[in-house]
């Protein structure tokens, strides 16, 4: 059955990220010197928000049992289906450093430029 609440709440969500948006587009209409400014100072810091990446990944690969047996108790994660989850901390994590490679760090598409 669909919760009407819920949906209210992701259309209410919704509808405030979309005014956010259009008013920070608004206000940084007409200060593109600064929002190219940020843009490379954002470029700049790249590789530190990479390794801040790579660092939680790991993190997240050292403490996975704990981490899936946290959302057991917070009913993320169903006790039938948590030795199945557990089992695949492999091949979670990488699925999550290939979206690095590829989202992030855009390996193959930087070769191009």
Known sequence: MIN????FKFV????????LLLGLSQLFAG?????QSFSAWLDALKPAFIALHVTLIALLWLHWSTVIRWLSRKSWVHPKNLDDVLTQRTRVV???????????????FNLLH
């Open 12 to 19: 209410v969500a919704t509808a405030v990220s979309l005014a």
């Open 4 to 7: 009407l609440k819920s949906i």
């Open 31 to 35: 200060h593109l010197n600064e929002l």
């Open 94 to 108: 990488a699925m999550l450093c290939a979206i690095e490679i590829v989202m992030v760090i855009g390996f193959p």
